[in-house]
């Protein structure tokens, strides 16, 4: 069964670096998605792309964040100066469309700033 | 703003006992619920969504408008039941999905 990767599995970076995230969706996939979960909190909604545009995004995903669709497999999450409080797991997750089909989410990249 | 609540950060239960995980959330419009199962190690996957109204793994949720409610159950909970449970509503036209803080269950032997 075709699934979502993400690389890397495990990211350590120190304070105002910039780090890319990088995911490959499900290759019939048109809509693609980053959510992360700060440790021993709630899954959060980052971003929503399609048709190499962002489609929504939430208060969290400001500035100092980008998303990118670089080739036609790969989807980029970018963190230009990194913050103490951008440690997380990052998931990205990818569906058929935007009706009923359901996310499928990749492995996730756990992020340390540090 | 859409919220989804569940209420226990932990559940044990020993296996063959029934187990009932709880769901409440808050949404004006009519959402779409769904539960994802997080085994250990293992990505976020979707385990059932309300308007499939199906049985996975031995798994049903009813949505309950007048309570605002789509709690997960199981008559005979399974060792292998044991993962992280995470509820959540995606509403209209927006994919975005609105997690909950998740649900810990260990079935014991």
């Known amino acids: 069964e075709p699934e979502v990767t993400q690389t890397p599995s495990h990211q350590v970076t120190q304070m105002g670096q910039e780090v890319i995230l990088r995911c490959v969706p499900i290759s019939n996939h048109l809509y693609f998605y980053w959510y992360r979960q700060i440790l021993g909190q709630k899954v959060e909604f980052l971003v929503s792309?399609?048709?190499?545009?962002?489609?929504?995004k939430s208060e969290i995903f400001d500035d100092q964040f980008s998303v990118e669709r670089p080739d036609g497999s790969n989807f980029t999450l970018k963190i230009r100066s990194t913050k103490l409080e951008d440690s997380a797991m990052y998931f990205c997750?990818?569906?058929?469309?935007?009706?009923?089909?359901?996310?499928?989410f990749g492995n996730g990249t756990r992020l340390t700033v540090t | 703003a859409q919220r989804v609540t569940q209420p226990e950060k932990l559940l044990s239960v020993f296996k063959g006992a029934p187990v009932e995980l709880k769901c409440n959330y808050s949404y004006s419009g009519s959402p779409e619920l769904f539960w994802y199962v997080q085994y250990s190690r293992q990505r976020l996957q979707l385990l059932l969504r309300?308007?499939s109204r199906e049985s996975i793994k031995g798994f049903t949720a009813d949505l309950n408008k007048g309570e605002t409610s789509f709690h997960l159950k199981k008559p005979f909970a399974q060792e292998e039941d044991s993962a992280m449970y995470y509820c959540a509503l995606t509403s209209g036209s927006a994919r975005q999905l609105t997690f909950g803080s998740g649900t810990q269950l260990t079935v014991l032997p």
């Open positions: 792309f399609y048709n190499n545009e962002i489609s929504e």
């Open positions: 997750a990818s569906s058929v469309n935007r009706g009923n089909s359901p996310l499928h």
């Open positions: 309300h308007i």
